[in-house]
């Protein structure tokens, strides 16, 4: 048998850190990212068909979004709002809402 070094994985170089804000931003380990629509600028968080474990309302259909359904969380940017205004929307109304606006006055 021939001895095959493992190949080490290259090293950060110093100084430079994990980008930890979306923490912060109450998305636990995901990743969010800015989007910019006619509506001003959202805060986006894509959930995974595996990490969809309760049901929601979607905004933009008023139909249930159900356990395993992938599915996008959205919020107001920080200067516009905060994560206690968060909405879960199926991805396609979510695509769809400069076409058709939410069906519900939320609260």
Partial sequence: MVHVPRRNRPQRPKGLTADTSH??????????????????????????AAQATKIYRCPGCDHEIRTGVAHVVTWPSAEHGSVADRRHWHTSCWNARDRRGPTRRWS
């Fill in 23 to 48: 923490r912060a931003a109450g998305t636990g380990f995901n990743i969010s990212r800015v989007e910019q629509g006619s509506d001003g600028d959202w805060m986006v968080r894509t959930v995974t």
